[in-house]
Nanobody, 121 residues
Framework: VQLQASGGGLVQAGDSLRLSCAAS????????MGWFRQAPGKVREFVAA???????LYPDSVKGRFTISRDNAKNTVYLQMNSLKPEDTAVYYC????????????????WGQGTQVTVSS
C-alpha cells in the first residue's frame, strides 16, 4: 500500500487546513487509517484514527478541533484541522493497517511520506 499525503502549508494561528491522504490499496475500505505528527526534536505523536467501520479516535490535544474522515470511493482519508495552534506545527504522516486501530505508531504497517504543517503565532 502506498500513501500520498498532501495539503500541508503555512497558516496563522486560528486558521484551518485540510490534509488528504490518497491510498493505492485496492480494498481501501478494509484498512484502518491514522494520522500522526512529529515536531523537530520530539517523538512521533498520535493525532487521529478512523476504523473500517468509521469509528474515530483522538487524543485530548486535538479533540474538538481535528476531524478525521474517509471516502472509500476515492481511496482517501482526510484530516480537517480547525483552530490551529503554533504547537500543531509538525510533519504530519498518514498511516494504514489492515488490522490495527489505535495510538501506537509502530503498530501501523504502512506510512506516507509526510506533509509539513506550520502554524505561525
Amino acid at each position: 500500500v502506498q500513501l500520498q499525503a498532501s495539503g500541508g502549508g503555512l497558516v496563522q494561528a486560528g486558521d484551518s487546513l485540510r490534509l488528504s491522504c490518497a491510498a493505492s490499496a485496492r480494498t481501501f475500505s478494509n484498512y484502518q487509517m491514522g494520522w500522526f505528527r512529529q515536531a523537530p526534536g520530539k517523538v512521533r505523536e498520535f493525532v487521529a484514527a478512523i476504523s473500517r467501520s468509521d469509528n474515530t479516535l483522538y487524543p485530548d490535544s486535538v479533540k474538538g478541533r481535528f476531524t478525521i474522515s474517509r471516502d472509500n470511493a476515492k481511496n482517501t482519508v482526510y484530516l480537517q484541522m480547525n483552530s490551529l495552534k503554533p504547537e500543531d506545527t509538525a510533519v504530519y504522516y498518514c498511516t494504514a493497517d489492515r488490522f490495527y486501530y489505535g495510538v501506537v505508531p509502530e503498530s501501523y504497517r504502512y506510512w506516507g511520506q509526510g506533509t509539513q504543517v506550520t502554524v505561525s503565532s
